[in-house]
Nanobody, 118 residues
Framework: QVHLVESGGGLAQAGGSLRLSCAAS????????MGWYRQAPGKQRELVAQ???????KYADSMKGRFTISRDNARNTVYLQMNSLKPEDTAIYYC????????????WGQGTQVTVSS
């Protein structure tokens, strides 16, 4: 079992930055692959980025170059630095955790709202 708590969402202007954090507790095996997904109103949830304990990363094409995922293994915390934000980045961002890198994990956080104004 893994418990995920996100923080850092909020309101930003287009071109601005926000940093999301996700603190995990519980089974370390199920924290091997941690990542961020987002869901905008009326749209399906989509991958933003994922990282494993070895530091390997995976990004959605539309986020490459603007978003950076990182993690602190000692603190079981994953971060998402979002730069050059666009109004279309407005969504609820969910932290996700699981065993296998490259796959959607079993555990989800409660989500944090990110709103980007034009």
């Amino acid at each position: 079992q893994v418990h995920l708590v996100e923080s850092g969402g909020g309101l930003a202007q287009a071109g601005g930055s926000l940093r999301l954090s996700c603190a995990a507790s519980g089974s370390t095996l199920s924290m091997n692959a941690m990542g961020w997904y987002r869901q905008a109103p009326g749209k399906q949830r989509e991958l933003v980025a994922q990282i494993n304990t070895g530091g390997n990363t995976k990004y959605a094409d539309s986020m490459k170059g603007r978003f950076t995922i990182s993690r602190d293994n000692a603190r079981n915390t994953v971060y998402l630095q979002m730069n050059s934000l666009k109004p279309e980045d407005t969504a609820i961002y969910y932290c996700n955790s699981g065993v296998r890198f490259g796959f959607v994990g079993k555990y989800w956080g409660q989500g944090t709202q990110v709103t980007v104004s034009s």
